[in-house]
């Protein structure tokens, strides 16, 4: 098997691992605040290449100073980019949806 083709299986396992954890989070926040979901899904994906990325530099002959850093990077950008990209639920009642012009729904 070529080295691309080692990396590419790597990659996937890892990420369909945290990728398939989250279809059970939506099932239980299926009751729940819309955000609550909506959160879940910003989340999963940045993990699913987080952990791809840490999988994958785990397999390469890489120091371990260097594996380090490459770790803390994928840690720092998951977290910025969860930060950024997670909805806030908005007031006392965030699970309602506003109207466009923040009127109410009709």
Do not use: E
């Amino acid at each position: 098997m070529s080295a691309d083709l080692q990396v590419i299986g790597i990659a996937l396992g890892c990420s369909a691992v945290a990728a398939m954890l989250g279809v059970p989070a939506l099932r239980v926040l299926r009751s729940r605040p819309l955000w609550a979901s909506a959160v879940v899904l910003c989340v999963v994906p940045v993990l699913a290449i987080a952990a791809g990325v840490a999988g994958t530099a785990r397999a390469m002959f890489l120091s371990d100073h260097d594996l380090r850093v490459v770790l803390i990077v994928v840690v720092v950008s998951a977290v910025v980019a969860t930060a950024a990209g997670a909805p806030r639920p908005a007031g006392r009642r965030g699970h309602r949806l506003a109207a466009p012009g923040g009127g109410h729904p009709r």
